[in-house]
């Protein structure tokens, strides 16, 4: 269920955090990364799960592309950007994951 939804209900909402993966994507699609293994185990306890942007300024996969992962595997992310990291290079290892017409909201 989308957490606009839960927000409008007047639910108490609740979310988990996971860290991007150092690096890309493993290229065995059938090898889920380590953010989306701790969102799977997330699942059943958390409405959603943030992703974080670069913490600790750590060169790591991108938010967003982290965050399409998970809404792949239909876990609801909470896609964080942090302004200090607008120019990070990971934003260039996410471009290699997603394609610009993939978006988290549908």
């Known amino acids: 269920m989308k957490l606009t939804t839960l927000f409008e209900k007047g ?13 890309a994507v493993n290229r065995d ?36 592309a982290a965050s399409v992962g998970l809404k792949q595997k239909g876990i609801e992310p909470v896609y964080q950007q942090s302004v200090k990291n607008e120019c990070s290079h990971s934003g260039r290892v996410g471009d290699s994951q997603i394609s610009a017409n993939e978006k988290i909201h549908e």
């Open 11 to 23: 639910e108490f909402v609740v979310t988990g955090e996971v860290d991007p993966i150092k690096g």
């Open 29 to 64: 699609k059938s090898i889920d990364p380590t953010c989306t293994q701790e969102a799977k185990y997330l699942q059943g306890w958390v409405h959603a799960v943030n992703v974080t942007d670069n913490q600790s300024a750590v060169m790591r996969l991108g938010s967003l």
